[in-house]
């Protein structure tokens, strides 16, 4: 048997109610506010990734599907949204719109990961770009945005933190200040914090070990070092949450894996996902157009992984589907009563009911049991090219009519 390959899943039959509602609701929420969807090719010259997402990233160190495509081009399956988006911004000249341009999209990503509860090799993401405003406003919109989409879909026990980067300029300059420090207090440092002064002092953040969080306690944050212009456009952002009521956490130790955010940057989390505890985050990026080659254009967005706003969201009962009509034959062999069920079918299709025509050659014993079961309303049992008997299955009365006169009599909804 050939299973799907490690990572991947199915999307069945029983799992399109939940992202049919999901694909609604961020359909309503950022269709009402002006955003306009997009969709990008699944694969992108790998260039587009390496310069937008950043060589130095975990993503396009270790996460991207590569390869030739034959020609000597180096392509990669998409690992995420906001690098294409941007791509096509400029590509298709999107900055003579009216700006800012409000651009979402629901689609795959690859990424070569561990696959876990949450975690896949091709999974799905909705998410929200805006390009061409820089003002704070952007920014709480998209987060304000985000929030809503997650309680609709009623995802549990949400949290929100909240960072400014500021510039690269200023991270460079508190790298150095940070990794000065971390020197100074070595001996007081896990060793594998140690080891990493230099390449990722960052990461010291992040450790479990008493004496080097005692030490990183006293540690210069990167909010502190901000540069006037950087820490006004933060302290606008969260004038606005707070006003909306959007309940927050300042982490001056967030840090996404993307290397173009500037200033703000943001992740929520879901105490309902254990590990993979990130259902979505995002930031700005205002150097990124210009890094791919546009006119310097300011950007920020976000993006929030499917598979987990379900995981992380109530089980919804499947809806039956509404049948209106099967339509099936006395006789199975009669070729005339066939191709009047067949057309019986379509006119009620064409007249908005739904109609299933019997597929199988059932007998007629089984394709009532059939239409029991599908909960359908009535059944067209064709007799010959002129009569069908229409058996109204929630009283079970049965009567019979010209073929040419089915649809007109469900419409009726006539009492049979
Ligand atoms: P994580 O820390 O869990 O690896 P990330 O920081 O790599 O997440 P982003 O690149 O910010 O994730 O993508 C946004 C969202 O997409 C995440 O919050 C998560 O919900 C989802 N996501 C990311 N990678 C995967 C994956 N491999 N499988 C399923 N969902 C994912
Ligand atoms: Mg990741």
């Known amino acids: 048997m050939i299973q799907a390959p490690k990572g991947t899943y199915d999307v069945l039959p029983a799992d399109q109610p939940a992202r049919r509602l999901l694909e609604t609701h961020a ?28 060589e130095a990233t975990d993503i396009v160190q270790k996460e991207m599907y590569s390869f030739d495509d034959g020609g000597g081009r180096s392509l990669t399956l998409r690992p995420e949204g906001t690098a294409p988006v941007c791509r096509a911004y400029i590509e298709h000249g999107m900055h003579k719109l009216p700006a800012p341009v409000k651009l979402w999209y629901l689609s795959s990503f690859f990424r070569a990961e561990n696959p876990q509860r949450g975690r896949y090799r091709q999974f799905w993401q909705v998410g929200a770009e805006v390009i061409g405003a820089a003002g704070p406003e952007a920014d709480a919109e998209l987060i304000v945005l985000l929030l809503e989409l997650l309680e609709e879909m009623g995802v549990s026990g949400t949290r929100l933190r909240l960072a400014s980067l500021g510039q690269p300029e200023t991270r460079g300059a508190y790298r150095a200040e940070l990794s000065e420090y971390l020197r100074a207090h070595a001996d007081e440092l896990a060793p594998e914090v140690r080891s990493r002064i230099e390449l990722n002092p960052m990461r010291a953040f992040d450790s479990n070990d008493p004496g080097t969080r005692a030490v990183m306690a006293g540690a210069p944050k990167l909010i502190e070092r901000l540069a006037p212009e950087d820490a006004e456009h933060f302290a606008g952002v969260r004038a606005l949450l707070d006003a909306a009521g959007v309940r927050y956490e300042i ?18 989390t879901s105490d309902a996902l254990g590990a993979q505890s990130g259902v979505g985050g995002g930031g700005r990026y205002d150097r990124l157009i210009e890094q791919l080659g546009g006119q310097a254009t300011p950007g920020i967005g976000w993006a929030a992984g499917v598979e987990r706003i379900l995981l992380a969201a109530p089980v919804m009962p499947a809806a039956a589907e509404l049948v209106d009509l099967l339509v099936t034959v006395a ?54 090219a002129d009569t069908a008997q229409l058996r109204d299955m929630t009283g079970g009365q049965q009567h019979e009519l010209a073929g040419g006169a089915v649809v007109a009599a469900i419409l009726r909804g006539s009492r049979l």
């Open 331 to 384: 006789e199975r062999d009669s070729r005339p009563a066939r191709a009047v069920a067949f057309e019986i079918a379509r006119e009620a299709r064409r007249a908005g009911l739904a109609a299933q025509l019997e597929l199988t050659g059932r007998s007629l014993k089984s394709a009532l049991k059939h239409a029991d079961r599908l909960k359908a309303r009535y059944v067209a049992i064709v007799n010959d």
């Open 251 to 268: 982490d001056p130790t967030l840090v996404r894996g993307l290397d173009y955010y500037t200033r703000t940057l943001f992740e929520f």
């Open 27 to 54: 359909q309503r929420i950022l269709g009402a506010a002006g955003y306009s969807r997009i969709e990008t090719p699944a694969f992108e010259a790998t260039e587009l990734f390496a310069r937008g997402v950043g």
